[in-house]
């Protein structure tokens, strides 16, 4: 049983992102009115606007929150070529803001040439790192070097990849065994073109990141990427939203000792495909133990994914944007799709 909540945003045009921050407490909106809202939940599960401010020149397309060990912290990016980072900082006991918050703008990130699509922090385990990724192609990391003093970032690694970018996602994996890595989507409309996503890895001893997979089975534009929460897996796990749903395996093969400097090579298996939006798929998202995934799309439904111990993935649940039930939404729903295969 699903309930659905309407709130009205009040934002004067479209949204295009919904934020969670690590507790799930808080909530941030961006629109292409140029704003940024940000929601408390209250006690009684009310979600409140606590802040509303103009953020860039043009839409804002995402919104992320830093993980809370660094303090309140968004990242927005836009059509005007920009990304910005906010601070929110609670009035001082001497002003008449006492107990009132509001968000500082820390820095902005004006390398692009091009409109901003997607912004991520990096895993916190690597410190303050945050990713952008353009529509000219290049996916840039920078990092804050004090994590006292937000305004100040050093644009670490410029990533070429060829063809515009739409998305990005880190891989969340902390072992030691895993290198840093991410995975970048492009919604290039050319369908003749493969390989729409591309997955980089930070070499040790280059201390670069180098093109490590691509994934040639991608033909369609793709909207979202989001790797799943790696809780000790050997392997690693991919979602993408495309024209329908897709969860890759990548399986790291074992290293030659002839060729151990390179980027690492991986066994590439399609494990799930699903068409049941029937159109375009927008977003995708993990359950932080990766074992349910979110997907929404231009049919205007959200649908769950669950894979059973044979990793066969199904359908679980649909849920339409105003609550209402959908037809057959039985666990039945989508079996049928789980195609199988390697996608190399």
Known sequence: MFVARSIAADHK????????????RRMATCSSDQSVKVWDKSENGEWNCTASWKTHSGSVWRVTWAHPEFGQVLASCSFDRTAAVW???????????????????????VDSRTSVTDVKFAPKHM??????????????????????????????????????CSCISWNPSSSRAHSPMIAVGS????????????????????????????????????????????????????????????????????????????????EVQIVAQFENHNSQVWRVSWNITSTLLASSGDDGCVRLWKANYM?????????????SPVNGSSSQQGILNSAVGSAG
């Open 311 to 323: 990793d066969n993935w199904k359908c679980t649940g649909i849920l339409k944007g105003d609550g």
């Open 87 to 109: 601070e929110e900082i609670v009035g001082e006991s001497n002003d008449k803001q006492r107990g009132q918050s509001h968000w500082i703008k820390r820095t902005t990130l």
């Open 187 to 266: 919604d290039d409309s050319n369908v003749g073109y493969g390989g729409k996503v591309q997955i980089y890895e930070y070499n040790e001893n280059t201390r670069k990141y180098a093109k490590a997979e691509t994934l040639m089975t991608v033909t369609d534009p793709v909207h979202d990427i989001a790797f799943a929460p790696n809780l000790g897996r050997s392997f690693h796990v991919l979602a993408i939203a495309t024209k329908d749903v897709r969860i890759f395996k990548l399986i790291p093969l074992r290293r030659e000792t002839s060729t151990p400097t390179g980027p690492t090579k991986f």
């Open 13 to 24: 045009d479209l949204i295009h992102d919904v934020s969670y921050d690590f507790h799930g």
């Open 127 to 164: 410190g303050l790192m945050l990713t952008t990724c353009s529509a000219d192609g290049v996916v840039r990391i920078y990092e804050a070097p004090d994590v006292m003093n937000l305004s100040q970032w050093s644009l670490q690694h410029e990533i070429s990849c060829k063809l515009s």
